[in-house]
């Protein structure tokens, strides 16, 4: 298969009785030999940070197979066939059960195969091979993916199953920037509208009637795969024609460690008909979407709680919304209110999207409600009246005197007024620098304590209710100080309604567009929230993450290029590395387009990198961009001193610090003497270690008169060792490098 070569060396294998006419299953014992050669270096980077080899080259003794293709047709003219003697049935079925425990079972896409009208454009192969000391390892080849062929294993880390990718590339001699480009090709159908009606109780139920209105794609298929929460069941699923549906979902989860998926596969009364729009009537209900935090306070998933495609941030569709929900509480959803009335002690709401969306969300609590506006756009605040039980126990614990000291009022209704000027002032930075503000109104609620992150849909942000308290209260509860809960988080969240919803992202692939800017919105606003001290001790810090080592003692930036993504993270990395490695570097790419792009001479030093970023925002309005994407607005913007390769494109920085790693490390000395005329001469030497000596870089140079410290412009590097010989106008004491921490490098001055 493509670039998997997997042999039987000897032994026997059994195939399962044929289904809809498609042999789908296979049992083999002997011994066999898969290779695999990466397609190129950065494949070849990942496969030797698991296993140490160039190659793939492995033996195995045991195997099933799983498939949708010409396999069983394939084999049977390279077999010996005999009376099949104890069967391999419970051997596959066990296989089967292990990986629906995984939450990676195989079901729903044999049956997409299976049932499929073209079991070319859907065809499946799936090996799971045993390998002496390794257990079971994946190779699969999916049609319908754009990464068609995958290799890799799932491993045990604490308490809770990881897949390590070992490899993931499209087929044939493609790129997966090219295969991503339209990152629904391969879609079946998209969804053009959600209509959901939900009811949410005061004991944290959610049920649900929703209906997905689709558009075919293509003709022939006839089983469709949503993503769907697990703890929320399944009672029917129904056509336009209101025909009852046979469907599969997973099995309802343990525990947040225990996971069988969160999936449903819906097979439908006739095909897809490409031009033939379909509706889907979805009927649910569980506990688990939402979740009690006492006192008024509740945790709403983040996802999952509708029935949505596999990376939905690449596409958009409509959002008609109704809740009914306890008229004593506060419901908060994605979208303009349209309505509200009260119907005994039911509120009911409705909310509609003006503008196709990404996802949808709503927040439900006991809320105190502020308000503010930043120029045109509504600034709502929905906090908590009332501490959740944890904080409640730590306010009763310092009103007790069981612990010293004074914390005041910890319900984040205290701090909801201050919580709306900073919100609005995020929108008129980040409306500066990237365009305007996408939406009407930005909506934000508080999370419980024990939940110590942020999330945002369009229009609507959680913030995790420690942010909510002020400088004090934090320490006095032994919560760490400083911009990183505060500003820069809020700042962060803020910024996601433009890197995620105005602009998504095609792939994972692409995922530090959204991540990345939003660390660096993080950052910009705390240098003009505090002030540039404060951003560049940010900047250090960003710098220090990536030099830090892993688990297993891996340099963080070392653990490969930002542009692969989620895959950063496995059990040879280490849980944090993915954050540390995609955000960090993420931001610092952008900060240094930024400074590359500071022009002096202007009132406004940053109006080059002001208008790169609201063209890029521009373009992909409300659409998924990739990283080639960005590449090409960049291009559009660049500056000559950005031209190192002389062509008008920014490869060489692309290729370094997007798809590629490494820090390098400058050192930097030169004397300044007085020339005629009031000048002075500068001479040095620029030398560049710790990278390949075909690395190039834009290094900013500055000037420095007394208190006075003046960026000159770039240096631009394109070997090692580069001599600085330069005349300047004016008497400057000294001549120095990166003083913004322009470019992510370690430099000794």
């Given at each position: 298969r493509d670039r998997v070569h997997i042999t039987l060396v000897e032994g026997s294998i059994q195939f399962a009785q044929p289904v809809n006419g498609v042999t789908f299953g296979a049992a083999f014992h002997g011994k066999g030999r898969v290779r695999v050669e990466p397609p190129n270096p950065i494949e070849a980077q990942q496969l030797k940070l698991f296993e140490k080899q160039d190659k793939l080259d492995m033996s195995f003794t045991d195997a099933t197979f799983s498939f949708t293709d010409d396999l069983a047709e394939d084999v049977a003219k390279q077999v010996k066939w005999q009376t099949a003697g104890a069967t391999n049935d419970d051997f596959y079925a066990k296989r089967q059960k292990d990986r629906e425990d995984l939450g990676e079972s195989a079901v729903p896409r044999l049956w997409q195969g299976v049932l499929s009208g073209d079991r070319v454009r859907t065809a499946y192969f799936l090996a799971d091979l045993k390998v002496a000391g390794k257990d079971w390892v994946e190779f699969h080849l999916d049609a319908l993916d754009p990464e068609e062929i995958g290799v890799g294993r799932w491993v045990d880390v604490g308490p809770v199953k990881l897949f390590d990718v070992w490899m993931s590339f499209p087929a044939g001699a493609k790129t997966s920037a090219e295969v991503w480009?339209?990152?629904?090709?391969?879609?079946?159908?998209?969804?053009?509208?959600?209509?959901?009606?939900?009811?949410?109780?005061?004991?944290?139920?959610?049920?649900?009637?929703?209906?997905?209105?689709?558009?075919?794609?293509?003709?022939?298929?006839?089983?469709?795969?949503?993503?769907?929460?697990?703890?929320?069941?399944?009672?029917?699923i129904k056509d336009a024609k209101g025909r009852a549906l046979s469907f599969y979902q997973s099995r309802e989860n343990k525990d947040r460690f225990q996971s069988y998926g969160n999936y449903a596969a819906v097979v439908l009364a006739q095909p897809l008909q490409l031009g033939e729009p379909q509706s889907l009537e979805f009927h649910y209900a569980g506990k688990r979407a939402i979740r009690k935090a006492g006192n008024g306070n509740y945790f709403c998933e983040s996802s999952g709680w509708y029935p949505e495609r596999p990376n939905s941030f690449s596409a958009r569709a409509d959002f008609d919304l109704t809740f009914h929900s306890p008229k004593n509480a506060v419901l908060v959803a994605t979208g303009e209110k349209t309505s509200e009335m009260v119907d005994g002690n039911t509120r009911v709401t409705t909310w509609k999207s003006e503008i196709p969306l990404a996802v949808a969300g709503f927040g439900y609590g006991d809320y105190k409600v502020a308000n503010d506006k930043a120029g045109e756009v509504a600034v709502d605040i929905y906090a908590n009246r009332e501490p959740d039980d944890l904080m409640a126990q730590v306010q009763r614990a310092f009103e007790s005197g069981a612990v010293q000291g004074a914390v005041g009022n910890l319900t984040p209704s205290a701090m909801a007024k201050t919580m709306g000027q900073e919100m609005a002032n995020t929108i008129r930075l980040f409306s500066l620098y990237f365009g305007p503000y996408p939406y009407k109104h930005l909506a934000v609620t508080s999370l419980p304590i024990s939940y110590s992150y942020g999330q945002g849909w369009p229009g609507l942000i959680y913030l995790w209710s420690g942010s909510f308290l002020d400088a004090t209260q934090r320490h006095e509860i032994g919560l760490p100080d400083?911009?990183?809960?505060?500003?820069?988080?809020?700042?962060?969240?803020?910024?996601?309604?433009?890197?995620?919803?105005?602009?998504?992202?095609?792939?994972?692939?692409?995922?530090?567009?959204?991540?990345?800017?939003?660390?660096?919105?993080?950052?910009?606003?705390?240098?003009?929230?505090?002030?540039?001290?404060?951003?560049l001790a940010r900047w250090r810090k960003e710098k220090e993450l990536l030099h830090n080592k892993d688990l297993h003692g891996h340099v963080i930036e070392s653990?490969?290029?930002?542009?692969?993504?989620?895959?950063?993270?496995?059990?040879?990395?280490?849980?944090?590395?993915?954050?540390?490695?995609?955000?960090?570097?993420?931001?610092?790419?952008?900060?240094?387009?930024?400074?590359?792009?500071?022009?002096?001479?202007?009132?406004?030093?940053?109006?080059?990198?002001?208008?790169?970023?609201?063209?890029?925002?521009?373009?992909?309005?409300?659409?998924?961009?990739?990283t080639e994407d960005f590449k090409a607005i960049v291009e559009k913007h660049m500056t000559r001193g950005m031209d190192l390769d002389g062509n008008h494109k920014m490869d060489w920085f692309f290729n370094q610090y997007v798809y590629g790693?490494?820090?390098?490390?400058?050192?930097?000395?030169?004397?300044?003497?007085?020339?005629?005329?009031?000048?002075?001469?500068?001479?040095?030497?620029?030398?560049?270690?710790?990278?390949?000596?075909?690395?190039?870089?834009?290094?900013?140079?500055?000037?420095?008169?007394?208190?006075?410290?003046?960026?000159?412009?770039?240096?631009?590097?394109?070997?090692?060792?580069?001599?600085?010989?330069?005349?300047?106008?004016?008497?400057?004491?000294?001549?120095?490098?990166?003083?913004?921490?322009?470019?992510?490098?370690?430099?000794?001055?």
């Open positions: 480009k339209d990152p629904q090709a391969k879609e079946d159908f998209s969804i053009r509208g959600y209509h959901i009606n939900a009811g949410v109780t005061s004991g944290a139920e959610l049920n649900a009637t929703t209906r997905v209105d689709i558009d075919p794609r293509l003709t022939g298929q006839s089983v469709l795969i949503f993503d769907l929460d697990s703890n929320l069941r399944l009672d029917s400083g911009v990183q809960l505060t500003d820069f988080f809020r700042a962060h969240e803020s910024s996601h309604q433009w890197w995620g919803h105005r602009v998504g992202w095609k792939s994972y692939h692409d995922q530090w567009l959204s991540e990345g800017f939003a660390d660096f919105s993080g950052i910009l606003y705390v240098q003009y929230r505090q002030n540039m001290k404060e951003a653990l490969g290029p930002i542009w692969m993504g989620r895959r950063i993270r496995s059990s040879a990395t280490g849980p944090g590395s993915y954050q540390d490695l995609v955000y960090s570097k993420g931001a610092y790419v952008l900060h240094m387009l930024q400074l590359q792009l500071v022009d002096s001479r202007n009132p406004d030093p940053e109006h080059l990198f002001k208008d790169m970023m609201q063209d890029y925002c521009k373009t992909f309005d409300n659409q998924a961009a990739s790693t490494g820090i390098p490390q400058y050192s930097f000395h030169a004397s300044v003497e007085a020339a005629p005329d009031g000048k002075t001469h500068v001479k040095g030497e620029l030398t560049r270690s710790g990278v390949p000596d075909t690395w190039k870089d834009a290094v900013p140079l500055y000037a420095h008169m007394g208190d006075k410290t003046v960026r000159l412009g770039t240096l631009g590097v394109t070997h090692s060792s580069e001599p600085v010989d330069i005349t300047l106008a004016g008497k400057i004491d000294r001549v120095s490098i990166n003083d913004y921490e322009d470019l992510l490098a370690d430099v000794k001055e």
